[in-house]
């Protein structure tokens, strides 16, 4: 195997650790993807497996055309989503899909969460909008996912979770958190008052 996919086999196991770890998933829940530089190919999490339990090598390896090149297991059934994102974002080099509580939390009651901090607003590109619904690992939850990202680096997919992405994967990690504390600080100010769009976003906000 490439020196290049074996890293990105790496990365990936490391950051589904790290989601069960942080919280944004729970059990098999949940799924994180990278490419692998200079080529089709893609690194994504296998599908229902313990992240605790799993190697470097039981990660997926796939092509843009969603043939499996390398890996024992079958990948995670969101691969249709994280190739239509590759697809689209030629900027995305990693992807994670989180379950995190908070931001599921606002997009149960149906709402996005609206530019209202400015450290969501750089790392995220603006406010985190609601997908439209559709079933898990359907290729209408893909498209969905694509449209409500736009150019932004976040979106959150009602009744499911939060899909974010970032140039490496460590990258869409760390944007999965970002999400995360602005549904909760959402959230709180919701409760005292009525949380309000940072002053430079107002004239696009919606
Ligand atoms: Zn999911």
Same mark, same amino acid.
């Given at each position: 195997?490439?020196?290049?996919?074996?890293?990105?086999?790496?990365?990936?196991?490391?950051?589904?650790?790290?989601?069960?770890?942080?919280?944004? =998933?729970?059990?098999?829940?949940?799924?994180?993807?990278?490419?692998?530089?200079?080529?089709?190919? #893609? =690194?994504?999490?296998?599908?229902?497996?313990?992240?605790?339990?799993?190697?470097? !090598?039981?990660?997926?390896?796939?092509?843009? %055309?969603?043939?499996?090149?390398?890996?024992?297991? %079958?990948?995670?059934?969101?691969?249709?989503?994280?190739?239509? #994102?590759?697809?689209?974002?030629?900027?995305?080099?990693?992807?994670? &899909?989180? &379950?995190?509580?908070?931001?599921?939390?606002?997009?149960?009651?149906?709402?996005? +969460?609206?530019? +209202?901090?400015? !450290?969501?607003?750089?790392?995220?590109?603006?406010?985190?909008?609601?997908?439209?619904?559709?079933?898990?690992?359907?290729? %209408?939850?893909?498209?969905?996912?694509?449209?409500?990202?736009?150019?932004?680096?976040?979106?959150?997919?009602? &009744?499911?979770?939060?899909?974010?992405?970032?140039?490496? +994967?460590?990258?869409?990690?760390?944007?999965?958190?970002?999400?995360?504390?602005?549904?909760?600080?959402?959230?709180?100010?919701?409760? +005292?008052?009525?949380?309000?769009?940072?002053?430079?976003?107002?004239?696009?906000?919606?």
């Amino acid at each position: 195997m490439e020196p290049m996919a074996m890293e990105a086999m790496k990365e990936v196991l490391k950051t589904g650790q790290e989601l069960a770890r942080r919280g944004l =998933v729970a059990g098999t829940s949940g799924n994180c993807s990278a490419r692998v530089p200079g080529s089709d190919l #893609i =690194v994504i999490t296998p599908s229902s497996m313990e992240y605790e339990l799993l190697l470097a !090598e039981d990660m997926c390896v796939v092509n843009m %055309d969603r043939e499996k090149v390398e890996g024992r297991y %079958d990948p995670s059934v969101e691969v249709i989503m994280h190739l239509a #994102i590759y697809k689209a974002r030629e900027d995305v080099g990693g992807i994670v &899909h989180t &379950h995190q509580k908070m931001a599921s939390a606002v997009a149960v009651v149906g709402k996005g +969460i609206p530019p +209202i901090l400015e !450290e969501e607003v750089f790392a995220l590109g603006g406010g985190i909008e609601l997908a439209e619904y559709a079933l898990p690992g359907t290729e %209408d939850l893909a498209r969905n996912a694509v449209e409500a990202l736009g150019g932004r680096n976040a979106c959150l997919l009602p &009744h499911h979770g939060v899909v974010a992405v970032g140039p490496r +994967i460590q990258d869409a990690l760390l944007k999965a958190e970002i999400v995360e504390r602005a549904a909760e600080i959402y959230i709180m100010a919701s409760m +005292i008052g009525s949380p309000q769009i940072v002053p430079f976003m107002q004239k696009d906000a919606k």
